[in-house]
């Protein structure tokens, strides 16, 4: 076997509270697709960040041909020969091809200025050596998703990377536009590119990797070659844990259907969404990425509009026009990016909470801070808020803290459905169990839930059933009554139950 291209040895990354990574290891070799896999959240967009100069790990090696290198910045990465193709390509819409592929290493005449035609010239041979069929003269804007990715190819060979890392490449594309990109792929390999491939459809990593790593909570627990590895072998790697006795135990009694979503549909995003909770349960949502939940959720919550569908809460058919709406209507959303949807960072704690219920805390249309305060003050000390004072800056707070304020927010409205999207992503285990417990204690009031989440583990250990979906659709809805973590996987990958036998 020669040996690697790209070696990471030990590394660990932590951020306040979390653990991305933990001691992990990868191998890249020339001419091969090695494929990175694992649960949403298990590291992998840490590592490929640390691989690109956008993260400084805190211990551990990193190898390039056979030297220690350090990667302070995204230049420094592509200047040892590692770039990345994300699955929304970073490039410049009002800049020609040609000037995207050579952005920061366009060629120069002896006076030091862009030689244009050259460049021109250049990208136009890359180009066409790719069968891409891309005008190099043209602005970026003008093209597609999947010729834009072919445009990331480019800059790539432009200069003259040894390390290709994809990640999550065909989410956007047609199966016509996902089979020429796996053609460029042998081309890339043909060209002895060591190629770092991230995706969740397992029928696309057994169709072009070579070798695979298989990544959980942070930390490697498996690699191989793919031709002697079966589906069921990494499946269980994936999910490799059982789900303990960390939650809390919940006697709800489950009641009328309060909410009903029938036929929901959007253009782009997902079709022929139907489902129903009722009184004091917890229906969670799971699915790999590009799945489509939070999307439906924010539909739900009158974010965006379907194109078509309906929703019936408590026997009325409502479609809210806008997020004002759905909290009227009693429909509240914890969104899964709290630090940008979900609080206003530079305000203080007791705003946050008081702002969708300002009409309770205002008079003749004068705030009332005591009301405030007060309002405040009930929703936090029953979520256990850790901070100074209610006038602390939100931002100030620790992940497992912000959410607690943006819970608190919606629970001050008295909503009859919460939303809760991704509840415990990147918070400590003391704040999941407390939201985990609070989560129990909101549907023994009454109150009907839906969590969307991507831990296996959360999702078993707090749902009373099941939504799964993949690529925009529900693929079925399970009582969870014994259900094995295997089971959602294949279901949220589309692997065959007798491929996992």
Partial sequence: MTDPILTLSGISKSFPGVRALNGVSLE?????????????????STLVKTMTGIYQPDAGEIWVAGKVVTLPTAHSASAVGITAIHQETVLFDEMTVAENIYLGHAPRNRWGMIDWRTMRAEAKKTLDAMAAGIDPDIKLKELGIAKKHLVAVARALSIDAQV??????????????????????????????????ISHKFDEIYRIADRFTVFRDGEQVGKGLIRDTAQSQIVQMMVGRAVDQIFPERTAAIGETVLKAKGLSHPTEFEDISFAVRKGEILGFYGLVGAGRSEVMQAVFGMTQPSSGTLVLNGQTIAPKSAADAVEAGIVYVPEERGKQGVITGEPIFKNVSLPSLRKTSKSGFLRLAEEYALARTYTERLDLRASSLSQDVST?????????????WLA??????????????????????????????????????????ELPEVLGMSDRIVVMREGRIIDTLDNKGLQPETLVRLAAGIAEEQAA
């Fill in 28 to 44: 890249l070799y020339a001419g091969e697709v090695t494929a990175l896999i694992g649960e949403n959240g298990a590291g992998k």
């Fill in 164 to 197: 290709v890392i994809m990640d999550e490449p065909t989410a956007a594309l047609s199966q016509k536009e996902i089979e020429e990109l796996y053609v460029l792929i042998e081309l890339l390999k043909q060209d002895g590119k060591a190629i770092l491939f």
């Fill in 397 to 409: 707070l620790s992940g497992g803290n912000q959410q607690k304020v943006v819970i608190a927010k």
């Fill in 413 to 454: 409205t008295l909503p009859k459905v919460i939303i809760l999207d991704e509840p415990t992503k990147g918070i400590d285990i003391g704040s999941k169990a407390a939201v985990h417990q609070f989560m129990s204690e909101l549907v023994a009031e009454g109150l009907s839930v839906i969590m969307v989440s991507s």
